[in-house]
C-alpha cells in the first residue's frame, strides 16, 4: 500500500523557519522523482519544488527560490522541504508527491500558516 504521510507543519511568524517532512513507503521510493506542492484558499496547486530520483537535480518554483530547499534521503525513504524567510503568502496546505512516468502518488497534506 502506498502511503506519503506529510509533517511539520504549523503556525509560523513571518520571517520564521519551518522543515516539513514526508515519509513514503509501499513503493521504491529512489526510483521516483519527488515535488512539494502548496495549495491555498481559492487557488489551484501549484509546484513549489521537485527533486530526481538520484537527487542530482532540484528546481524551485520562482515565488521560492533562495529561501526554501527541498532534499531527499533515499536510504531513510524520505523527502524533505526546508523553509526559510517565511512569508503570509507561503500560507498553504503541502502536498508531497511522488511520479514516475504517468504514476502520480499523492500525501494527504499538512498545513502551513504564516501569520502574526
Known amino acids: 500500500q502506498v502511503q506519503l504521510v506529510e509533517s511539520g507543519g504549523d503556525l509560523v511568524q513571518p520571517g520564521g523557519s519551518l522543515r516539513l517532512s514526508c515519509a513514503a513507503s509501499?513503493?521504491?521510493?529512489?526510483?521516483?522523482?519527488m515535488g512539494w506542492y502548496r495549495q491555498s484558499a481559492g487557488k489551484e496547486r501549484e509546484l513549489v519544488a521537485d527533486?530526481?530520483?538520484?537527487?542530482?537535480?532540484?528546481r524551485n518554483a520562482d515565488s521560492v527560490v533562495g529561501r526554501f530547499t527541498i532534499s531527499r534521503d533515499n536510504d531513510k525513504d524520505m523527502l524533505y522541504l526546508q523553509m526559510n524567510s517565511l512569508i503570509p503568502e507561503d500560507t498553504a496546505v503541502y502536498y508531497c508527491?511522488?511520479?514516475?512516468?504517468?504514476?502520480?502518488?499523492w500525501g494527504q497534506g499538512t498545513q502551513v500558516t504564516v501569520s502574526s
Open positions: 527533486i530526481s530520483a538520484n537527487g542530482w537535480r532540484t
Open positions: 508527491n511522488a511520479h514516475w512516468g504517468s504514476t502520480n502518488y
Open positions: 509501499g513503493f521504491t521510493f529512489a526510483s521516483f522523482g
